[in-house]
């Protein structure tokens, strides 16, 4: 009798297991793929800063502005994105996100003034907005829980694989001249219409739904939904967060997501638009030169996210494991103001081991805390709030060096915000209050990518 019993649920246990390796098999190097060019599209005017002040006269605060414009517009698109995404269905909104933005950064090629450049910066980040949640919720249709974080883990590899691959790529594309146009604009118009191009090939290969993948078969489709359904009920029945607007503003575990990863983000995004300035003052350097010194730090912090991911995998505190690589962070960025350009590269090389491991190791735990039912809504507003961490940072520093002809006051900034973020992070919960720890356990981030 126990054997009939258990048949069943044999069969849909290899079913499950046999649709999660599909997925991942099917979305998960294509979305790696769309990350890396949308990060790209993203930062690639940290390379052009010298040409864009040479060739058009756009200073250092009106650089700095321009370049955290992306992320107002980014901020103020990403909730509503998301929500549209889940009327009309991830395969068409995804791909209309990436055509779009494609179509823009396609066109910062041929930015003449400021007003243009301010005017771009703000539609990319209109554009690009939704992407990045978006990939998330799919995540959340797609993958039971257990398998989500690993998910995610190899989704943000593609932001480290971008970091890494920017800058020789960068330098490279700069190398380019002829039809009149300059390298710099050679290198933002090919890769802008890398997306743009790509964006075709993402509308035939994604599906909106399981029961829409021909990839899947019946049995496959109905074991995971039922898995991913189950979870949800269980999660309901432990009475996690309500889906109302009204309680994200209510509840401070929200807040305090936001507030953690906007601190991130502000680290993130000082080193990603000032690094190749800082590596400039190191000496007589070609674009090339710099594009590959601005890998260093990157190919870093992919190895530290690893080691870390796995030691968060090994000993479960995710909360110290962020806290701690926010220290590291926070002792780079102070030990950067320090010594000369040299060394003050080497600080920001360790800077980047800290930061770009708090970022991975974050969204674990707002994502074993939400309710699958407002989960696309909630991290589109910690994104969105955190990446305008991506405005002021920026910002800040463009006005700091027009000003006083040093960034040192900003990165004196972000040592202490990166301090204050380890702090709050202790004050944050993993689950919901009542979830079972076996059940709503967060997953570690690349550790268990494996």
């Known amino acids: 009798m126990n054997d009939t019993l258990s048949a069943p649920a044999r069969n849909q246990g290899e079913a499950l297991a ?6 991942k098999r099917h979305v998960l190097p294509l979305f790696v793929i769309m990350f890396i060019v949308n990060y790209l599209d993203r930062v690639n005017i940290g390379f052009v800063r010298p040409h864009l002040e040479s060739d058009l006269g756009i200073s250092a605060a009106a650089y700095g502005f321009g370049a955290g414009l992306f992320f107002i517009g980014y901020a103020l698109f990403e909730v509503p994105s998301n929500m549209l995404l889940q009327k009309v269905g991830a395969r068409l909104w995804l791909t209309r996100i990436m055509f779009t933005w494609g179509l823009v950064a396609t066109a910062m090629a ?19 907005a939704g992407f990045f949640p978006g990939v998330i919720y799919y995540f959340t249709r797609w993958l039971p829980g257990a398998e989500r974080g690993k998910a995610i883990a190899i989704f943000l590899s593609g932001s480290a694989l971008a970091s890494l691959i920017s800058g020789p790529l960068a330098g490279a594309l700069m190398q380019i001249q002829g039809l009149g146009l300059h390298g710099w604009q050679w290198m933002l118009f090919i890769e802008g219409m890398a997306s743009v191009t790509l964006c075709f090939f993402v509308f035939f290969w994604l599906d909106s739904k399981p029961h829409d993948a021909k990839w899947l078969s019946r049995a496959e489709q109905d074991a995971l939904v039922a898995t991913i359904d189950r979870e949800q009920r269980e999660r309901e029945a432990v009475g996690a967060v309500k889906p109302s607007a009204w309680s994200l503003l209510k509840d401070r575990q929200i807040v305090l997501f936001c507030l953690i990863y906007f601190c991130i983000q502000l680290t993130i995004y000082a080193a990603t638009f000032w690094l190749p300035s800082i590596i400039k003052r190191m000496g007589e350097l070609s674009d090339l030169q710099v594009g590959f010194f601005n890998s260093i730090p990157w190919l870093i912090s992919i190895i530290a996210m690893y080691v870390f991911a796995a030691g968060s995998s090994r000993w479960k505190f995710q909360q110290a494991w962020v ?14 103001t320090t010594g000369g350009p040299v060394f003050a590269f080497v600080a920001v090389c360790f800077a980047a081991i800290g930061f770009k491991s708090a970022s991975s190791l974050f969204w674990p735990i707002p994502q074993g805390y939400l309710d699958a039912r407002i989960a696309a809504a909630v991290i589109a507003l910690i994104n ?16 700091l060096e027009q000003q006083t002809g040093s960034i040192q006051g900003g990165l004196y900034g972000l040592a202490v915000t990166s301090v204050l973020a380890a702090i709050a992070v202790f004050f944050v919960r993993i689950r919901p209050k009542g979830a079972p720890s ?13």
């Open 384 to 399: 969105s709030v955190g990446n305008l961490g991506g405005f002021v940072a920026p910002t800040t520093f463009g006005l």
């Open 18 to 23: 046999s649709a999660v390796a599909k997925v």
């Open 110 to 128: 041929f930015v003449q003034n400021e007003t243009q450049f301010y005017v771009l910066r703000f539609l990319l980040g209109v554009a690009e």
């Open 438 to 450: 076996d059940d709503l356990k967060a997953p570690s981030a690349l550790g268990q990518t494996h």
């Open 323 to 336: 806290a701690g690589a926010l220290l590291i962070a926070a002792i780079g960025m102070f030990l950067s």
